[in-house]
């Protein structure tokens, strides 16, 4: 009568892990909170590009421009400043890397390579609207440590909270045999 028992307890017990294994398969992940969708963005105003007068000629900071990287001048961002460049009417984007400087007196916020350009479809319109991003809250944080307390009028910096993500909890799946 014992054996009998053992191998009714020793079939159901499979059946309560599969039973349990579904059960957690169905419970959803817990969602990760989103950031707001203009939550890096630093900068909006008017692009432009510039390629073959520069071209082979040193930038700003020192190293030679070709036309055909993916960089852009900036007036006030710190160099190597990787940004996402998106043209507000399309919706087209392109990573660029800060590497030169725009004039003071300049009307534009950011001059891309002739490549950067090409990529944004700049090459017809000459002059766009743009929306300046960096790529992650740490970069914005990094930009405020920087500028310190007097950041450029133009641009917009403000701390963004980093997510927190709750730990893992591991389920005990084990029954209890009584």
Same mark, same amino acid.
């Given at each position: 009568m014992a054996s009998l028992l053992e191998m009714q307890a020793k079939f159901r017990l499979p =059946?309560?892990?599969?039973?349990?294994?579904?059960?957690?398969?169905?419970?959803?992940?817990?969602?990760?909170?989103?950031?707001?969708?203009?939550?890096?963005?630093?900068?909006?105003?008017?692009?432009?590009?510039?390629?073959?007068?520069?071209?082979?000629?040193?930038?700003?900071?020192? #190293?030679?421009?070709? =036309?055909?990287?993916?960089?852009?001048?900036?007036?006030?961002?710190?160099?190597?400043?990787?940004?996402? %460049?998106?043209?507000?009417?399309?919706?087209?984007? %392109?990573?660029?890397?800060?590497?030169?400087?725009?004039?003071?007196?300049?009307?534009?916020?950011?001059?891309?390579?002739r490549k950067a350009g090409t990529q944004l479809g700049l090459l017809e319109d000459g002059i766009?609207? %743009?929306?300046?991003?960096? #790529?992650?809250?740490?970069? !914005?944080?990094?930009l405020i440590q920087y500028f310190g307390e007097h950041p450029p009028a133009t641009m917009r910096?403000?701390?963004?909270?980093? %997510? !927190?993500?709750?730990?893992?909890? #591991?389920?005990?799946?084990?029954?209890?045999?009584?």
């Amino acid at each position: 009568m014992a054996s009998l028992l053992e191998m009714q307890a020793k079939f159901r017990l499979p =059946m309560w892990n599969w039973f349990l294994i579904l059960l957690t398969s169905l419970i959803p992940e817990p969602a990760q909170p989103q950031l707001a969708p203009d939550a890096l963005l630093i900068q909006e105003g008017v692009a432009s590009y510039y390629g073959r007068r520069f071209h082979l000629r040193r930038t700003s900071n020192g #190293e030679v421009f070709h =036309m055909d990287s993916l960089t852009a001048a900036h007036k006030t961002l710190p160099f190597d400043t990787k940004v996402r %460049v998106s043209r507000e009417d399309t919706g087209e984007f %392109v990573w660029v890397r800060i590497n030169d400087r725009l004039p003071k007196t300049s009307r534009r916020i950011i001059d891309l390579s002739r490549k950067a350009g090409t990529q944004l479809g700049l090459l017809e319109d000459g002059i766009v609207k %743009v929306r300046i991003e960096v #790529e992650n809250p740490a970069e !914005i944080n990094r930009l405020i440590q920087y500028f310190g307390e007097h950041p450029p009028a133009t641009m917009r910096l403000r701390p963004v909270d980093e %997510v !927190i993500t709750p730990p893992l909890v #591991e389920i005990d799946t084990s029954i209890p045999f009584f």
